[in-house]
């Protein structure tokens, strides 16, 4: 069982910084196994769409509508990932989810059908 909770979400002006955190509570006597890691977003009316992954090993993977503005990195003694936002545009509001167990393949990601590997989100506002 793992339970991911998100923070530093709020509201900024168009061209602003924000950074978002994640960290994970795992409660497994096995230790589980968190995988890759991701932010997956979701505007009103709008379908969840992902934003970044990060692998265990460290590798990156963006969405191309936050590329060179978004950075996500994660600390795996922390049981932590980051997703640093800097040029905000008013289209990047939206509810921020993290996700584990993230599925990467061939440069697109794809966050888990289980519940259980998703946090109950942080929402980011841009103002133009």
């Known amino acids: 069982q793992v339970q991911l909770v998100e923070s530093g979400g709020g509201s900024v002006q168009a061209g602003g910084s924000l950074r978002l955190s994640c960290t994970a509570s795992?409660?497994?006597?096995?230790?589980?196994?968190?995988?890759?890691m991701g932010w997956f977003r979701q505007a009103p009316g709008k379908e969840r769409e992902g934003v970044a992954a990060v692998e265990w090993v460290g590798i990156t993977t963006y969405a191309d509508a936050v590329k060179g503005r978004f950075t996500i990195s994660r600390d795996n003694a922390k049981n932590t990932v980051y997703l640093q936002m800097n040029s905000l545009k008013p289209e990047d509001t939206a509810m921020y989810y993290c996700?584990?167990?993230?599925?990467?393949?061939?440069?697109?990601?794809?966050?888990?059908?289980?519940?259980?590997?998703w946090g109950q989100g942080t929402q980011v506002t841009v103002s133009s």
């Open positions: 996700a584990a167990a993230v599925t990467v393949i061939r440069g697109r990601f794809y966050g888990s059908p289980n519940s259980g590997y």
């Open positions: 795992v409660y497994s006597q096995s230790g589980q196994y968190l995988g890759n």
